[in-house]
C-alpha cells in the first residue's frame, strides 16, 4: 500500500510538470465540470420531485351552480351550489420508487460519459503535443543540418570560381539546400497552426514538455478504468429498473381527500362537509411481457461488458508493445549513432577533396538523417505511450 501511495505520489509531481497543468486548463476552457455540474443541479431537483409527488400530489376542484327552481315555497326561484375539494394521491406502495433509482443511475452515466469525454481529450492533445514537439526537434535537426551545408556551399563556390569543381556540381549542391530551407519553412507553419490549435484549449499555460518513459503501473491498473464498460453496466442496471416500474405499476395509490359544500337549495338540509380515503387500484396494470423482455435486454448488455474488458485489454497490449518497440529500436538507433556521424564527417572531408562524388556525399547524409529522425520518432513515441499508460492507470485524468 505505501509503494503504491509513493508511487502515486511521484507520477503525480512528474504529470504536474508536463501534461497535468495542460490537460487541466483545456478542461476548464472547455467547461466540462461547469455543465456536469449544472447537470447534478438539474438530476437532483428532479429526484426531489418525484419524491415530493410520492406524499404531496394534491389537487383542487372548485364548482359553483346556479339552480332554476319553478316548485319552491319562496319568492325567489334560483339557489346556488358552491363545491370544493381537496385531495392528495399518496404513493405508500413506493410504486414510483423505480423514477429516483432511474434519475440516480442517469447521473451515474453522465458521470461515466464525462469520464469517456475527458479521457478522449487527453489522449487527443497527447498526440497533438507528441506532434507538436516531435515536429520541433525536426525542425532544429534540419535547421542545424542547414547551417551546416551552408558553410559546405561557401566552399564549393570558392572551388567552382577557382575551376577545381564544375559549375553543375556547385548548382546541384544549392538546389539541394534550396530543398532543405522550403522543408524548414514548411514545418516552421505547421509549428505555428500547432501551436494556435492547443492553445485554444490551454490558452493559459505552455505546451508542455513530454519526458516522462518509464511505466509506473500495471496492466491491472490500466484496465481497471473502463469508463464504457461502466456506462455498459448502467445501461443494463436502467433496463432493470425500467422492468420493476412496468411491474409494479399495478400497485395501488391511496387517495385521500376533503369536501366542502355551500348550498342556498331552502329545500335542503344546509352545507356538507365530507372526508374520504380510497385505495386506487389499477386492474390492468403490469406489461409484464414488455417487462420480461427489457430484462432478458439488460441481460445482453451485461454480456457486451466482455466484449469492452478485452477491448481495453488490447488497447493496453498496444500501447505497451508501442512502448516496447520504440526502447529496443532507440537503444539501437543511440548505439549505431556514433559510426553515422563519423562516417559524415570523412565523407565530407573526402567530398571537399573530390574523392567521392556528390551523390555518395548526400547518401551518407540522408543516412545519418534519418537515424537522427527515428531517433526523434522513437523518443517521442515512448513518451507519449509512457504518459498515456500512467494517466489512465493512475485514474488521475479523471477526477
Given at each position: ?5 509513493v ?6 509531481l ?6 497535468s497543468?495542460?490537460?487541466?486548463d ?6 466540462y465540470e ?5 447537470y447534478?443541479k438539474?438530476n ?5 420531485g ?21 316548485l319552491l315555497?319562496?319568492s ?5 351550489t358552491i ?10 406502495f ?11 443511475l ?15 481529450l487527453f489522449?487527443a492533445l497527447?498526440?497533438l503535443?507528441?506532434?507538436?514537439k516531435?515536429t520541433?526537434q ?10 551546416e ?7 564549393l ?17 544549392k538546389?539541394t539546400l ?11 507553419q505547421?509549428?505555428?497552426k ?17 519526458d ?14 473502463n469508463p464504457?464498460?461502466?456506462l ?15 411491474n ?5 395509490t ?6 366542502y359544500?355551500k348550498?342556498?337549495?331552502p ?5 356538507n362537509?365530507?372526508?374520504g380515503v ?8 403490469g ?8 430484462k ?8 457486451q461488458?466482455v466484449?469492452y ?11 505497451r508493445?508501442s512502448?516496447?518497440n ?8 543511440e ?16 567530398y ?8 555518395t ?20 513515441q ?6 498515456l ?11
Amino acid at each position: 500500500m505505501l509503494k503504491k501511495i509513493v508511487t502515486l505520489w511521484l507520477f503525480a509531481l512528474t504529470l504536474q510538470a508536463d501534461m497535468s497543468s495542460f490537460y487541466k486548463d483545456a478542461l476548464k476552457t472547455l467547461q466540462y465540470e461547469k455543465s456536469y455540474n449544472l447537470y447534478e443541479k438539474s438530476n437532483k431537483t428532479l429526484q426531489s420531485g418525484v419524491t415530493y409527488s410520492k406524499y404531496a400530489n394534491f389537487s383542487v376542484d372548485a364548482a359553483y351552480t346556479n339552480t332554476h327552481a319553478k316548485l319552491l315555497p319562496t319568492s325567489a326561484g334560483n339557489f346556488n351550489t358552491i363545491d370544493i375539494s381537496l385531495s392528495d394521491s399518496i404513493d405508500i406502495f413506493g410504486k414510483n420508487n423505480y423514477k429516483i433509482e432511474s434519475l440516480r443511475l442517469e447521473q451515474k452515466t453522465t458521470i461515466e460519459q464525462l469520464y469517456v469525454k475527458k479521457e478522449q481529450l487527453f489522449i487527443a492533445l497527447l498526440n497533438l503535443v507528441s506532434l507538436y514537439k516531435g515536429t520541433a526537434q525536426e525542425l532544429k535537426l534540419h535547421q542545424n543540418l542547414f547551417t551546416e551545408q551552408e558553410e559546405i556551399y561557401k566552399k564549393l563556390k570558392l572551388l567552382g570560381e577557382h575551376g577545381d569543381m564544375t559549375k553543375l556540381d556547385v548548382l546541384r549542391f544549392k538546389n539541394t539546400l534550396t530543398t532543405l530551407k522550403t522543408k524548414i519553412v514548411s514545418q516552421k507553419q505547421a509549428l505555428v497552426k500547432m501551436k494556435k490549435q492547443l492553445k485554444l484549449y490551454a490558452p493559459h499555460v505552455a505546451i508542455p514538455t513530454l519526458d516522462r518513459t518509464k511505466l509506473l503501473f500495471s496492466k491491472e491498473e490500466f484496465i481497471a478504468h473502463n469508463p464504457q464498460a461502466m456506462l455498459n453496466t448502467l445501461d443494463a442496471q436502467k433496463r432493470v429498473i425500467q422492468a420493476d416500474g412496468m411491474n409494479n405499476s399495478y400497485l395501488p395509490t391511496l387517495d385521500a381527500g376533503v369536501s366542502y359544500q355551500k348550498l342556498d337549495d331552502p329545500t335542503g338540509y344546509g352545507d356538507n362537509y365530507s372526508i374520504g380515503v380510497a385505495l386506487h387500484l389499477p386492474l390492468n396494470g403490469g406489461d409484464f411481457k414488455e417487462a420480461e423482455a427489457l430484462k432478458v435486454s439488460a441481460l445482453s448488455f451485461e454480456a457486451q461488458n466482455v466484449t469492452y474488458k478485452i477491448q481495453r485489454e488490447n488497447e493496453y497490449i498496444q500501447h505497451r508493445e508501442s512502448f516496447e518497440n520504440a526502447s529496443k529500436q532507440l537503444d539501437i538507433l543511440e548505439k549505431a549513432l556514433s559510426d553515422y556521424e563519423k562516417s559524415v564527417a570523412t565523407i565530407k572531408t573526402a567530398y571537399l577533396k573530390q574523392y567521392v562524388d556528390f551523390n555518395t556525399y548526400l547518401q551518407v547524409l540522408k543516412q545519418t538523417l534519418d537515424v537522427k529522425k527515428q531517433i526523434i520518432a522513437m523518443q517521442t513515441q515512448k513518451a507519449k505511450e509512457a504518459t498515456l499508460i500512467n494517466a489512465i492507470a493512475s485514474g488521475k485524468i479523471y477526477e
